[in-house]
């Protein structure tokens, strides 16, 4: 500590306006320059390779950058690296066991940008957030969510989590679920559906469009119209085809049934007993 | 004034400030029902006085999907010749501009996926085959034909199915009653490779005849090399296929 103060009255004596103007010049010249190489590096290799290894270079071109500045300011006024290096590796062992948690997020961030599952305006989904990946960082992952939330995942999180990456692949299928009333003929609809398919400019003609009857339900005859689009026109060919679908089938006369419920009171050829209750009832009961 | 082109019908209205381009899309049969899709329409304003306009045709902005009549084997060595009947865009520009006003399909495709899963390209699909031989057709000048000349220059056996033409660097010649492409040379190198394609600079017309009527949309390229080749039913609509 008396080391330490000796060398701050030392930096503060006049002959040592030279050495205080150096080290002026490198903090006021030497950070907004490394910030602006930061920042014409994430530009080019945005252009060059994507918004994942542009973030990934700048920050590590300004930590070092900044890095350098602050050796070199620290060697100006004198101290001495040997001694601060040593003092950081004692320092290091007390903040990593009580940063434990921070370690794993930053190994945990370092596995996460080497396995590549999703990257910067990747749409992923983990847990119940769901939202556009604005960047990957040392500790967290930040994540825009549809309605203008900001979530912040730490690494570990996901790491240890299932995590999907809803925009990886360029083309997606729809599943529209159908109910038909059973007396509705099943081929019928299944054409119909397919032609509904196929005149919608935004689905694909390959992979095809498919028809697949999933089931007898309570009420109705379930199927499953399956179309593909670009990932861009998923939603919107959701939209349309759904609404084609209602449209053709008030054309077409096919019954898309609510739920119905039929009543038996023992054997099905006897008509349901009623009792009607009349004005002698109700002053009985009174 | 009112332009009719395969389905697309195009409306140009010219007043004191600006050109209004209107279009819509209608199925061109006498008779025809309400038009399925594509019935709204679309307009477009461009300002300015425009004294004369030019209308050029111009073949798809993307690369385009086609079926052969009856799926064939190409041998080791050997090669073929296919025709397809492509629709054309329809390209207004100012007289003397490089710059369209507007690019339109004279018929509305249904967009198609060639490729993979998980990588492949947005392309358009041609509903009728491709050919052996084909014959011209002035009754529907918004159709041109390409010639694709296919070789198999691997060791393989190569099954001529599903084709994924790349007419966007083909030029267009004009015979008088018919346009043609440019022809496309696609060579086959094997199952594990991308295939060579190429473009000939002469028609596809069978004798080499017409007159340059169009430059192709892309002109900085010759040839590329990309998957050209499928067999239906590679991208299943379940999402995946049994080995």
Redesign the interface.
Known sequence: MSVLVDNLRHVLRAENLATLVRVAVWIAVGIPAVSAVSRSLRRYMTRKYGAQQALIASRAVLYLGLSFILFTVLAELGFKLSTLLGAAGIVGMAVGFASQTSVSNIISGLFLMAERAFEVDDVITVGDITGQVLSVDMLSVKIRTFDNKFVRVPNENLIKSEVTNITR???R?LEIPVGVAYKEDVGRVRDILLEIA?????????????VVLSGFGSSSVDLVL???A?KENYLNLKNSIMETVKKRFDAEGIEIPFPHLSLYAGSATEPLPIRVVGAEGLRAAQ | MTLSVGELRLTLFQDKTELLIRHRYEISEEGAQPPKHGAKEEEVRVPGRFAELEVRPALPDRPVVVQVEIPYRLDPGNETSIFVRVPLWLQLFEQGSQKPLVDLPTVVLSGTWFGRFTEGELSYWISSSARTEIEPDPARPYLAITRAVLRNTSRDPLRVDTLCLRTAFLALYDDGEQLWSEVLEISYKGVAYFSQVRKVARSSQPHGKGKLTAAARETSRRSVTAKSFALRGELPGLGFRFR
Do not use: A
Not at chain 1, 199 to 204: G, K
């Open positions: 692949f360029p083309i299928r196929h005149e919608d400019p935004l689905c694909l003609n390959e992979p095809e469009p498919l399956m179309v593909w670009t």
